[in-house]
């Protein structure tokens, strides 16, 4: 979560010893950083109001939402933004919803297919206070003024009472798959659906980008499960990609007050929400499920204490400017205004953490996406409702 106060010492001390573990938890994480990289940061694109996801196209020129249900373009040299592109589906827009992220096929180039994940309003009067996520696919015209042959991938059922923790993030693998995170929808008397394969709350899910239901799908074949879901026990994951060589998703997730994790996804695997946390309710940090791990649930493979990070998107890091950091994770952070990066040795499908440090702290920015570009440089999207592109490049254009 992006706004939880953090609890006060004696709140700490009445709470018992996991909060204070989260209290301190993390500070000598930041104290272990090696050297700085040499770069500066610069403002690539601006006037983007609440912009929420991007992603570049083959040509260099990078797709952006802003969360009112616009779509816009950025030229390949980030001098001008698009007017809004046309076509888009209706969104719902109240509280953290609207035009969430966007993403191209992995055939972009020769198909112009992109997704859109979006909240939509339940069309029936009565319910009208309701929204779930959304999922279309639609072609992008060849002058990018407008989508057309917009098609409804996925849609989320039951529709549930506006709110936070929406999850909404969209990753696609090479094979043709495309992954959608879930959230809880933060309700506490709702939080055990991230449990119940009924429910799409607290998933995430795998459909094929024709909009199908893969039949190697691990509940694809379970009587009352939904056939979408992939993983589960989620509480608000709001990053995700597929790792290149191991075409397995990676997520990073909302925890409630400290508790936040980067998540290495396996098929049809319990990731723990709400049966255990590493953080605590908000306030009171009164403790949440049985602990942080129990057999049979999977443990993150990072997590974060106090102060939450908050942590918005992941990529892993594969370009050639920045070689200290090709093969880290780097994490944007909302509450936490920076980019972690988040060193790994061993396996990719076993990967360790060596060293994780924050980068980019002096913008004070809310980080909501961030990209690695064409040219191997970083492109970080900054939240607000006067958002802009930095850019992160090396000092010595050389590269
Ligand atoms: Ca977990």
């Known amino acids: 979560m992006n706004t939880?106060?953090?609890?006060?010492?004696?709140?700490?001390?009445?709470?018992?010893?996991?909060?204070?573990?989260?209290?301190f938890g993390h500070a000598a994480d930041a104290a272990r950083g090696p050297a700085p990289t040499a770069f500066q940061t610069s403002t690539y694109a601006a006037g983007l109001e609440l912009p929420w996801g991007m992603e570049f196209m083959p040509d260099g020129r990078l797709l952006v939402t802003e969360r009112a249900g616009r779509l816009r373009i950025v030229d390949a040299q980030g001098d001008k933004v698009s007017i809004p592109v046309r076509g888009l589906p209706a969104v719902d827009r109240r509280s953290h919803g609207g035009l969430l992220d966007v993403t191209i096929d992995p055939a972009f180039e020769a198909n112009r297919l992109i997704y859109l994940s979006y909240t939509e309003v339940d069309r029936r009067r009565s319910r009208a206070g309701r929204n779930g996520i959304a999922v279309a696919r639609a072609r992008l015209s060849d002058d990018g003024a407008r989508v057309e042959q917009l098609k409804v991938l996925f849609r989320q059922t039951p529709k549930i009472a506006i709110g936070e923790n929406l999850g909404g993030r969209l990753a696609v693998s090479g094979d043709g798959h495309l992954f959608l995170t879930l959230g809880d929808r933060y309700a506490p008397e709702d939080r055990m659906r991230a449990q119940s394969l009924g429910y799409y709350q607290g998933k995430t899910v795998r459909i094929r980008t024709d909009g199908g239901v893969p039949a190697?799908?691990?509940?694809?074949?379970?009587?009352?499960?939904?056939?979408?879901?992939?993983?589960?026990?989620?509480?608000?994951?709001?990053?995700?990609?597929?790792?290149?060589?191991?075409?397995?998703?990676?997520?990073?997730?909302?925890?409630?007050?400290?508790?936040?994790?980067?998540?290495?996804?396996?098929?049809?695997?319990?990731?723990?929400?709400?049966?255990?946390?590493?953080?605590?309710?908000?306030?009171?940090?009164?403790?949440?499920?049985?602990?942080?791990?129990?057999?049979?649930?999977?443990?993150?493979l990072v997590h974060w204490g106090l102060p939450a990070i908050a942590p918005s998107n992941l990529?892993?890091?594969?370009?050639?400017?920045?070689?200290?950091?090709?093969?880290?994770?780097?994490?944007?952070?909302?509450?936490?205004?920076?980019?972690?990066?988040?060193?790994?040795?061993?396996?990719?499908?076993?990967?360790?953490?060596?060293?994780?440090?924050?980068?980019?702290?002096?913008?004070?920015?809310?980080?909501?996406?961030?990209?690695?570009?064409?040219?191997g440089g970083l492109y970080l999207l900054v939240d607000g409702v006067q958002g802009r592109v930095v850019r992160v490049a090396r000092t010595d254009a050389s590269l």
């Open 216 to 300: 190697d799908n691990p509940f694809a074949q379970r009587a009352g499960a939904r056939p979408e879901i992939w993983s589960l026990g989620h509480r608000n994951p709001q990053g995700a990609f597929v790792h290149p060589r191991t075409g397995q998703l990676w997520v990073a997730e909302h925890g409630p007050q400290g508790g936040d994790e980067i998540n290495v996804v396996r098929k049809g695997r319990n990731y723990g929400w709400p049966l255990v946390s590493f953080g605590c309710e908000y306030n009171t940090c009164a403790p949440i499920g049985g602990g942080t791990a129990k057999a049979g649930l999977a443990p993150p």
């Open 4 to 23: 939880a106060p953090r609890p006060s010492l004696s709140t700490c001390l009445r709470a018992g010893l996991l909060c204070a573990a989260l209290l």
């Open 315 to 375: 990529i892993l890091y594969t370009g050639d400017q920045f070689p200290e950091w090709k093969g880290s994770v780097l994490v944007g952070a909302l509450a936490g205004k920076a980019v972690w990066r988040i060193e790994l040795a061993g396996e990719d499908a076993a990967p360790r953490v060596v060293r994780r440090e924050p980068l980019f702290a002096e913008l004070g920015e809310r980080i909501r996406d961030i990209r690695q570009g064409p040219d």
